[in-house]
């Protein structure tokens, strides 16, 4: 059974779509709120921490990345550069001024300088597990520790070494995928069939996400043997979240059938929207650069597009159950979904008594 | 609610890998027998018919390809089959043996007749619908008429159709996709956020599919808002199906990551275990001919490796939830299926009760 928060629903982190608010409005309603770490430098993680703790005494999840960062690798990149030079040529900027550096970090020794010093009460981890040393230092702050597996492969190592649950994330879920063990895309089970194996394989609890966005998904959830679920796409029209206007629409305009895997955007294979960047670079391409060095080439893009109004250069992240998302309050979402759970589970019993 | 049959499953057809006993042993154990008719004659159906009435009193369904048969293309053919030249010389095998013809048929006025005739209480649908004509013959019979929906599109178009009851196939699904409106696979939702968008989208029965193989599945799927559950690839190792040995082996050793689809057997996109075939010349491939053509080329050398107890050139069909299948009567399976499904729903409602 799930202790940790009074409500077994997970707020998922979403780098570049909210800070603390969100967080915030999902703890205080009595789910778990997360924030996204691999965006923000050791002292902005600090600042958010320290936020969240004077808003609620609700526990809460700090999420890192756990990639091994690649070899930069020049020419590669160029070449990269070079294939969207039409798109730079177009809105008259200068390939020059593409973003240098990874833009994403993964978990290091400043950052887990930070979680000894603030000690929070959930530190999980998405594309595997920091290296011994890192992991056990988390473990000594008496911190849960969590990772992503999207194949029982990848829950059986993470079990091994000793995580405290596991999310096993779906097909269907929106934004980076955390494979860690694979980088074949077709290899990546939907949640429905991947849930129940993952539960079979491991004595850890298990975090079901990936298409779940609304009561129905929760019980469904509980029903294939999860501890808890983890929610993301749907709180992204909250108030809350920091989505940009263009992807607001997106999520607005999409349907079942219009989300993809790219890498464009990073390197790595993650879930979004068609635009034009996806329809006429992939959404899946060899060439693009290892992650995340694949992100600076598209951001002058991005932004020149943004502010036009145009969303069809920036990665629209979101789960195939977007369409089942609204405009509304996190924390009253958040009680909506569990209430409706509540209900489905007992209405359906009701029906399948003898 | 589910009044076609006492208990809410229904037996997926698996063109191949069954025949009327598996059908019955479902039927007579409260469930909807399938038999899948692609592969058979008129007076193969008018037999399996009469057989299974023979056997049960209990309704049953009959299952059709709606595709429009190819034009054939001699010169892709040709390029296929020269493609596969070298497992032809590798096996001492003449190219010139390859099977001729499709090998699966659409229905058609023959099949219309036997429906009329023989008057079964279910027929249904892969791949869309029959032409207007036939399929007001076919309603004209009283029977209730399906047809599986991949995405929500499909959903909405079967609806304005008239069809009674929608499979809602998520990409987890074993076997041929029955997409029709779109032929990218990129485009096919989970049954996690497939299914209550397509509840939302019709007002007709959902009959969920794909992932499904045991009481968890059924209740989640029941959560999701179906009215009854299709259940494939957990059947094919029971003794009533007439799975081959080289299939049962794969099933027995597949993982929730080793199957993909592929196009390569048939020319329509099918998911099934990874095999040689599919590891060196798939798992999709462009070059294939059109549905069902791509048949011919590879039929000679499943027929040599089979012989030789060898699955890699077989089609090893199997949905992603296959290591769930247990050695089993199918009979005695669908009871435990219902059986787990109530008792589990039932321990989830005493566990979220306020």
Redesign the interface.
């Known amino acids: 059974?799930w202790a940790l928060t009074e409500l077994p629903i997970v707020q998922a982190p979403m780098a570049g779509s909210q800070g603390p608010k969100l967080c915030i409005a999902v703890c205080e309603a009595g789910g778990l709120g997360s924030i996204p770490c691999a965006m923000l430098t050791p002292d902005a993680l600090r600042e958010q921490i320290a936020e969240i703790r004077f808003a609620t005494k609700a526990p809460f999840n700090v999420n890192f990345f756990a990639h091994t960062p690649p070899t930069p690798d020049a020419s590669r990149e160029q070449a990269w550069l070079d294939r969207l030079r039409l798109y730079y040529a177009e809105f008259g900027l200068d390939p020059a001024d593409a973003a240098k550096g990874p833009g994403r970090a993964p978990f290091d020794d400043f950052m887990c300088g930070v979680i000894e010093e603030t000690r929070p009460p959930v530190v999980s981890f998405h594309f595997g597990l920091p290296d011994q040393n890192l992991l056990a230092r988390v473990k000594a702050t008496g911190a849960k520790v969590w990772s992503t597996a999207t194949?029982?492969?990848e829950a059986r190592w993470l079990s091994a070494r000793g995580v405290d649950a596991i999310i096993a994330q779906?097909?269907?879920a929106g934004g980076h995928r955390g494979m860690f063990l694979?980088d074949d895309i077709?290899?990546?089970?939907?949640?429905?069939?991947?849930l129940?194996?993952v539960v079979?394989a491991v004595d850890v609890p298990v975090i079901a996400a990936?298409?779940?966005?609304?009561g129905?998904?929760v019980?469904?959830?509980?029903?294939?043997?999860a501890s808890a679920t983890q929610i993301g796409t749907a709180y992204l029209l909250s108030p809350q979240a920091s989505t940009s206007a263009v992807h607001r629409a997106a999520l607005e305009a999409g349907?079942?059938?219009?989300t993809?895997?790219t890498n464009l955007f990073t390197g790595r294979p993650a879930r979004g929207h068609l635009n034009r960047y996806l329809r006429e670079q992939g959404?899946m391409n060899a060439a693009a650069p290892a992650f995340p060095l694949a992100t600076g080439a598209i951001t002058p893009l991005r932004a020149h597009a943004e502010k036009a109004g145009s969303g069809e250069f920036s990665p629209l992240w979101s789960?195939?159950?977007a369409?089942?998302a609204r405009k509304e309050d996190a924390g009253a979402f958040t009680r909506r979904v569990w209430d409706e759970?509540?209900a489905?589970?007992?209405s359906?019993?009701k029906?399948?008594?003898?």
Do not use: C, H, W
């Open positions: 059974m194949t029982v492969a779906g097909r269907e694979t077709d290899a990546q089970p939907g949640l429905m069939a991947l129940p194996q079979d990936g298409g779940i966005a609304d129905r998904g019980a469904a959830a509980l029903m294939l043997g349907r079942d059938d219009t993809r895997l959404p789960g195939e159950a369409p089942l759970t509540r489905l589970v007992a359906v019993a029906r399948t008594r003898r």
